[in-house]
């Protein structure tokens, strides 16, 4: 199923700027993931934070969760031309059934 | 229009026994993709599938794992002589034609159990 929000939509940025995007969820979760899909090709798992963590770091990524708003972002700081992909948050509450937002298109110019 | 099919959602198998796991693809989906998940931790990609073609397998074992997307009917994961590190959920996804961005839909998944 896919369900949350992500903005925005989508995002074009220049080569070496940072790269912010949202997600927003509904229900209570045991963690939240964010993965990136480069065009026609599988998702690939980049950060998990976990309900009671706040913030994460994983080398130029940046994750931070705050669940009284049920929301969570993805910085990509100094961006590259290779980040250029979509990015989906999925949450889990732990029933088996992963719940992905809709992506944000990160376009990164030269 | 149903949505991604996988069944059975639980599977439950001792250790040497095989398991196949089913998914079906949204109608006129002719891409599916194959993840595994451990508990608590992300997805992992396994296999990406067009009809009747393994187009990347990169994360699939080299050992026991199996996958196949024939001309008809659905696509089949199969884990030859599990092992209990082979319990986890296993979700499909399936895409149109064209496989472009933002356009991958999850299956329920299958819980796999090995005793």
């Known amino acids: 199923s896919q369900q949350g929000e992500e903005d925005p939509q989508a995002l074009s940025i220049q080569e070496g700027e940072n790269a912010t995007m949202n997600c927003s969820y509904k229900?209570?979760?045991?963690?939240l993931q964010w993965y990136r899909q480069n065009s026609g090709r599988g998702l690939v798992h980049l950060i998990l934070?976990?309900?009671?963590?706040r913030e994460k770091h994983s080398g130029r990524l940046r994750v931070t969760l705050d669940t009284s708003k049920k929301s969570s972002s993805l910085l990509i700081t100094a961006s590259r031309a290779a980040d250029t992909a979509s990015y989906f948050c999925a949450t889990d509450a732990g029933d088996n059934d992963m719940r992905f937002g809709a992506g944000t298109r990160l376009t990164v110019k030269p | 229009n149903a949505g991604v099919m996988q069944n059975p959602r639980h599977l439950v198998r001792r250790r040497g026994q095989e398991a196949r796991l089913r998914c079906s693809p949204m109608k006129g989906h002719s891409h599916v993709y194959w993840y595994r998940q451990l508990p608590e931790e992300g997805l992992k990609f396994m296999v990406y599938?067009?009809?009747?073609?393994?187009?990347?397998e990169s994360g699939m074992p080299k050992e026991r794992f199996s996958a196949e997307f024939p001309k008809e009917g659905p696509s089949i994961l199969r884990i030859q002589q599990v092992v209990r590190g082979d319990s986890a959920a296993y979700f499909c996804?399936?895409?149109?034609?064209?496989?472009?961005?933002?356009?991958?839909?999850f299956g329920p998944g299958t819980r796999l159990t090995v005793l």
């Open positions: 934070i976990r309900s009671n963590e």
């Open positions: 599938l067009q009809k009747e073609n393994i187009i990347d």
């Open positions: 229900t209570s979760i045991n963690n």
């Open positions: 996804a399936s895409s149109s034609a064209g496989g472009g961005l933002n356009e991958q839909f």
